[in-house]
Every structure is written in C-alpha cells, then in structure tokens.
C-alpha cells in the first residue's frame, strides 16, 4: 500500500554501478540511457514504455542497459503519455466519521486489493479540515497525479464534492447519493440499520433514548439520527441528540451531562466503538449499572465491543465489504462507466451485555 505524499514529481535514479566506471558521478537520466544505447531518447521512452516502433532487439538492450546503470523512467513524465494510474483519498480530521474508526484501515486495505491488481496505487494524504481537502484536489488535478479521487465522510453539503464536479475529476462517493450530487457513490443502509435498531429498542420497552454523534453536517449521522426519531416518534417515544468531536473524552463529557440531567435517558446510542466505550466508563464512575439501570449500544463493532465489561451490543461495521465495493466502484469509472449507486448491507445487530429491558433506573 502506498502512503504519504505522492513522489511522481521526482525522477527515480541512483549512481552508476561500478562496472560502469564511464557515466558520471550524477543523476542518471533519460539522455544518458539513450547514449549509452546509441538511440535517441523517444527511442528510450517508446521501450521502456512498451509503445509499438522499436524492434524487439532494440527494446531488450534499451531495458537491458536501463537495469544495469537502476534508471526508471520519471512518473511525472510518464504520466504525461499514460496517465498517473493512482487513486487518490484525501482524509481530514476534521470530518470524525469512518476515517475515525478503529477498523479504518480495513476499508484502505480492501480498498487498495480491489484495484492493486491492477497496477494502481493509492495516493493517501491526512489534511485538518475539508478546505484543505479541496486545495489537494485542485493541485493534485492540475498535477495529473490521480485518475480517480475517493471521497469518504461525506457532508449534506460538501465543497470537496461540488469541487470536484467543478474540475470535472472523476470520483467515487463513500456516501449515499443525495450527497454525491450525481456522482458514483457507496454506501452502508445506515437507514436500514438504524431503523432496526430503534425497533430493538423499542421491543425492550426503551422510549427515552439518546444519540451521541460526530459532527452533526456529516450525511451518514443525519441518515441514521433521522431513522431513529422517526420510528421513536411513531412508538410514542423521543430522541434526544448531542453531538460531538466523536472523540471518546467529548463523548464522556456529553454521557455525564445526560446521565446527571433530571430526566437521564434509558438509552445511550453512540456513533463509535470508542464513544460508547468512553460511556461505560462514565458510567461506572456515577455508579449507573449497565444495562440494568442503563443501556448502551454502539453504531459500530470492533474487537473492542467484545472485550469491554459488559460486552456492547454493536452494529456490524463492515468496512472491508465497504472497502471492496468501493474499489470495484473505482474500476468501473476507469473503464468510463457512468455514475451509479451501490449500497452495502450492515448486517445483524450483535446483541451482547450492554443492552436489556426497561429496568429499575427508570421504573421508579
């Protein structure tokens, strides 16, 4: 996997071998490759770019001789004729969604074995907020140093989208496609996956229940905050929100101010692993039992649901298949397919300790 800044700015050389005492004590470059072949350069770069016009001989020697002095052609002039075969994700810190669960880097990898195999790389930059994100695009564009941008944490609306359209770059959305203004999108049925949650819930008795989220422009929190309420509502019941940093020490600061408010919610639901774990912690701490006097229920799954006390019930978090989807999603707007939707299923809820019935907190 590749990460960090792009290097196709840079040409790729070493020092000559010391067999070959005759090349100077410089940079290797494309010029010195065809001297030594007795070619000219385009004859150089139509070999060592596989293009038709040079005989096999000559190809061999070119290539041969390009070994011997560890010469590769420059990407960045390379890309010139082919194109930069990269896909780029640019991350920002600020968005607090999948970039900031703990199994992220499943949905990069899978990411990166989809289209890998094909002789793509993937181009990762961490930037601090979304305007930065947009700054990348246009450089990076102007650059040719992706074919394709991945777009991940997608906001209702997002200038990183609308930037793109506007370079007429081509893209892939990780997001449903009311945000991807007609772009390729992928994404969770987090409508789907929420709406059963409320009617777990619901089925325990719970009616008083609150959502701790990220930021609240965040396309995918407001999808999943809205299917909770609307099925709360026709149950007779509310949803109270308070959003966060969807780190885990706004989290605690934000389950404190609900657990000591006059009316504390029978249930907590929160966006992470990491937040709902921060939660039992605040809970032990004010001495409210879990579930018994509260329950708690995390909108994503990790090995560290399954090893807290009690053990969090969890949403499946199924960024590998994410991940997959999405690298099938960027082959197919390579091979100039237009723009579609994918939507990958959550899965079963994984019902474990931290959740039960309406109990004696609230019955009193």
Not at 156 to 184: I, N
Not at 266 to 274: F, G, K, N, T
Request: hydrophobic share 45%.
């Amino acid at each position: 996997m590749y990460f960090g800044p792009p290097g196709n700015t840079l040409v790729i050389v070493v020092s000559p071998p010391p067999d070959r005492p005759g090349l100077p004590a410089r940079r290797v470059t494309i010029a010195d490759i065809a001297r030594a072949a007795g070619v000219s350069i385009a004859v150089v770069s139509y070999a060592v770019n596989g293009r038709p016009g040079v005989s096999a001989a000559t190809r061999e020697r070119v290539l041969r001789i390009a070994e011997e002095y560890r010469w590769q052609p420059s990407a960045a002039a390379r890309s010139m004729h082919t194109g930069p075969r990269a896909v780029g994700l640019v991350v920002s810190t600020a968005a607090g969604g999948v970039s900031s669960a703990s199994s992220f880097l499943d949905l990069v990898t899978a990411i990166q074995d989809v289209f890998g195999k094909h002789g793509y790389a993937l181009l990762l930059k961490v930037v601090e907020s979304v305007d930065a994100a947009v700054a990348t695009y246009r450089t990076w564009w102007a650059e040719r140093r992706f074919d394709v941008m991945i777009v991940t944490d997608v906001l209702s609306q997002d200038p990183r989208v609308e930037a793109l359209r506007a370079l007429r770059a081509p893209a892939v959305v990780v997001g449903a496609p009311a945000a991807a203004q007609g772009l390729t999108s992928v994404h969770l049925d987090d409508a789907e996956a929420f709406g059963r949650v409320a009617s777990y819930l619901i089925g325990l008795g719970h009616r008083d229940v609150a959502v701790v989220t990220g930021q609240p422009e965040l396309h995918r929190t407001q999808v999943r905050v809205a299917a909770l309420a609307r099925m709360l509502k026709d149950a007779g019941g509310s949803l109270l929100r308070m959003t966060t940093d969807a780190g885990p020490e706004e989290a605690a600061a934000a389950t404190r101010q609900l657990l000591t408010s006059p009316v504390p919610p029978s249930v907590i639901v929160y966006d992470s692993d990491q937040m709902a774990l921060a939660a039992l912690d605040v809970a032990r701490r004010l001495g409210v039992e879990v579930p018994w006097d509260l329950s708690i229920l995390a909108a994503s799954d990790s090995a560290l649901c399954r090893l807290s006390t009690p053990a969090l019930t969890a949403l499946p978090s199924p960024l590998r298949e994410l991940g997959t989807a999405v690298g099938d999603a960027v082959l197919a707007v390579l091979n100039g397919q237009s723009a579609t939707s994918h939507v990958v299923p959550v899965g079963g809820l994984a019902i474990r300790g931290s959740t039960g019935p309406l109990a004696r907190r609230t019955k009193q």
